[in-house]
């Protein structure tokens, strides 16, 4: 009897986790080396030896030649035998010496956090602006690591024939890298200038920018808010490029709602570099929102990693902070603490079940008010075209006709919503203004 062939799958990748921590780190409320784990899950492998005692070396500064001391990369190697792993994650940034030595010392492939990162954002990426970001992020990281790659050739050192290819062979590669990362930069320019053209045909809409954690439920909030059905999933870096739907508030009105990429404690600055055109076009905002993981135990040090990775981004700060999973919270107080010793306003909700929406809906509009010019338009009953027009793009709060032949509607629009109504309207609609914003975008006075 003839056996018919089955199908293989890829072995799961064995991955023991370690790390160093260094002054000014803390470790994670879950445990060591918690964060590490779960982004070696999400890369697709299984970590080993989670059960035994971390592998965390605390340092007042790294070892110059293997990051950990040797203790502990004995430790390590003990570790590796006991579980049988095929591969070793660093929780750091390792120089090409580090990982070359390591490698050595310890037998087995060694993978650092940026590496890590890098790997997980190339499976995620799913738009050509994305794929492009990610191996521009990859060919950077790469390139001063690229002797480590050609170890190999050392054993054939002064044998005949093989004296100098290696050298030879690493010279060429870092030329092809060098041309294909010119190369990477000039794509990415003309697509980043495309999406400006079409980031600024929305110039005339109120715009609302969501940042927060990885996995602190962005995708799930912009999902609830705008009926969409984006992806969502409850591991690292399940959204990488932006998404923009629209989103029509209680009172009517409509709003553009913006996710990205969610940031990291440490990421790589590659990475960072890379998605600059992707996170400005987020952080270009009326409004910018940041969401918390309010369940999650190291929330305040998440909110301290968004801070300082918006800080090397832009010079605004965020003007909504939204508390996010109450249906998880199992003590309250939490919230109180995080709020503790900051100016910004505060929303308490769950994307999961809708509560605390209205309060979220009644905070954007505020902000839309603020941001706000209450005009009278005067404008003939008979023009049609121009009336549909000012009813799509602004809140019509009262309306009457004068002398039978004028409509007078009274409107609150946004500013860039009125600047381009008199802009395409201006020969057929006369605006008066009745009151000007009171937290204008554009600093600059509009004439009355």
């Known amino acids: ?72 990369v004995a430790e390590v190697k003990e570790a590796i035998a006991r579980h049988d792993a095929d591969a ?42 994305a794929r492009l970001q990610v191996e521009l992020a990859q060919m950077e990281y790469m390139r001063p690591r690229l002797r480590r790659m050609w170890t190999h050739l050392e054993r054939m050192e002064g044998a005949i024939g093989a004296r100098g290819p290696g050298e030879t062979q690493l010279e060429t590669d870092k030329r092809l890298i060098g041309i294909r990362i010119r190369d990477l930069k000039a794509r990415l320019a003309d697509i980043e200038q495309r999406k400006r053209r079409q980031v600024s045909t929305r110039a005339e809409a109120f715009t609302v920018g969501l940042v927060g954690y990885t996995n ?35 009172d009517g009105r409509t709003v553009l709602l913006s996710d990205t990429v969610g940031f990291l404690g440490r990421l790589p600055h590659h990475l960072v570099a890379s998605f600059h055109a992707t996170l400005e076009e987020a952080l270009n905002v009326d409004m910018l929102i940041h969401v918390v993981d309010a369940s999650h135990p190291d929330a305040h040090d998440q909110m301290e990693a968004v801070e300082r990775t918006l800080a090397g981004l832009t010079n605004r700060a965020t003007d909504l902070i939204v508390l996010n999973k109450l249906d998880r919270l199992e003590d309250p107080i939490r919230l109180h603490l995080l709020r503790e010793d900051r100016d910004e306003p505060f929303v308490h909700v769950s994307a999961a079940t809708g509560e605390g929406f209205d309060r979220l809906d009644r905070a954007v509009a505020d902000r839309l008010d ?29 309306e009457r006709v004068e002398d039978d032949t004028t409509l007078v509607l009274r409107l609150r629009l946004s ?30 006075e509009r004439p009355a």
């Open 370 to 398: 603020a941001r706000s010019y209450v005009v009278d338009a005067f404008v003939s009953v008979t023009d049609g075209r121009s009336i549909a027009a000012l009813r799509r793009h602004a809140l019509v709060l009262e």
């Open 415 to 444: 500013e860039n919503a009125y600047g381009a109504a008199e802009r395409t309207l201006s020969a057929a609609v006369r605006f008066e203004v009745v009151e000007s914003a009171t937290d204008p975008y554009y600093r600059e």
């Open 216 to 250: 602190a439920g962005k995708s799930t909030l912009l999902n609830r808010v705008t009926g969409s059905d984006e992806f969502v999933a409850d591991m690292p870096f399940a959204t990488l490029d932006t998404r923009t739907r629209k989103w029509r508030l209680r």
């Open 88 to 129: 070793v994650m660093v929780d750091n940034d390792l120089s090409p010496g580090q990982a070359r030595n390591l490698e050595k010392a310890l037998g087995k492939r060694i993978i650092d956090r940026s590496e890590l990162i890098l790997d997980i954002f190339a499976t995620r990426a799913k738009t050509r602006q």
């Open 1 to 72: 009897m003839t056996k018919l062939p089955e199908t293989t799958g890829t072995p799961q990748e064995r991955v023991l986790v370690c790390g160093v921590l260094l002054p000014g780190q803390n470790a994670e409320c879950d445990g060591p080396l918690s964060e590490a784990c779960s982004l070696v899950r999400a890369a697709g492998a299984l970590v080993v030896g989670e059960e035994d005692e971390p592998l965390i070396q605390r340092r007042a500064s790294p070892d110059a030649s293997t990051l950990l001391g040797k203790g502990k």
